[in-house]
């Protein structure tokens, strides 16, 4: 049902006053399904392991419903938990839409509920889908929106390339006003993509611009190729460190929708 109101109203040129939309929706993931379900194997494939993800993580990726599932009420809830498995004392998801949705260029959004708790590190963001070809950081990244869980009040968004990646990639940050909890409700992260600018965006709130022509020296433009989309629910890791006794497991990050589009 969500699904086909998007697509009536976008056709219905909402928004702009009669004038056509800035952006044509081209896929769309309304999480519609029944409690327990997997998310859509259509869209969505699942990464597994837990090798620590080149970041030092402390979760072991599993294709379980109680990793990743639908609600029944139109949300998916991706859920770190507290258990050892395949060596790990954690468990999360992360699911890709590499080999199923991969694009250069538009708007790429989610809307979100962040967990919160020292420790959570919760990920909407793009991969250049040649990474298995030319590895990191030549084929790109961009991060939508990260969240270090013992600061709910605040995200961040941040491009990597060569020349400008890990502790010297393009990043800004996002607080909501009063430091109040972006834990407490659902918002919507979003990047709109064009071939020679990125813009990241809260709740249609503009925060961070990265350019082409603004590179560091030396630095690498290379959004220019399609990228495939992830999301996922990391457990330490370098970004926000391991973890503690303050930490109350389980932890979800649901997910409302993702929608990508396109000029």
């Not at 086909?4 to 109203?9: E, N, P, Q």
């Not at 294709?63 to 949300?75: I, K, S, T, V, W």
């Not at 109040?180 to 503009?206: C, I, K, M, N, Q």
């Amino acid at each position: 049902m969500r699904r086909a109101l998007v697509a009536l109203l976008l056709s219905a040129g909402c928004g702009g006053g009669g004038d056509p939309p800035p952006w044509q929706l081209v896929w769309s993931d309304e999480l519609e399904g029944p409690a327990g379900a997997a998310p859509d194997p259509a869209r969505w494939s699942r990464e597994l392991g837990g090798s620590g993800w080149g970041n030092q993580e402390l979760q072991f990726y599993t294709d379980r419903p109680e990793n990743a599932a639908l609600d029944g009420a139109g949300r998916l809830a991706i859920t770190a938990r507290q258990e050892s498995w395949g060596g790990r004392a954690f468990t999360s998801a992360r699911l890709t839409t590499r080999g199923q949705l991969e694009q250069a260029y538009g708007r790429f959004e989610a809307r979100l509920q962040l967990p919160s708790g020292k420790g959570l590190w919760p990920a909407f963001w793009l991969l250049g889908s040649d990474c298995g070809r030319v590895g990191w950081p030549a084929c790109g990244e961009i991060d939508v929106m990260e969240s270090r869980g013992a600061q709910p009040w605040r995200v961040s968004s941040a491009a990597h390339g060569p020349g400008y990646s890990a502790g010297s990639a393009l990043i800004e940050a996002f607080e909501i006003p009063g430091r109040a909890s972006l834990a407490a409700d659902f918002h919507v992260y979003a990047v709109e993509w064009e071939p020679d600018e990125l813009r990241f965006s809260v709740d249609g709130t503009t925060y961070h611009t990265v350019r082409a022509s603004r590179l560091p020296a030396g630095g690498r433009w290379v959004f220019d190729h399609p990228f495939f989309v992830i999301l996922n629910l990391a457990v330490g890791g370098t970004f926000g460190g391991p973890p503690d006794a303050t930490t109350a497991f389980p932890q979800t990050l649901w997910v409302d929708h993702v929608r990508v589009y396109r000029r």
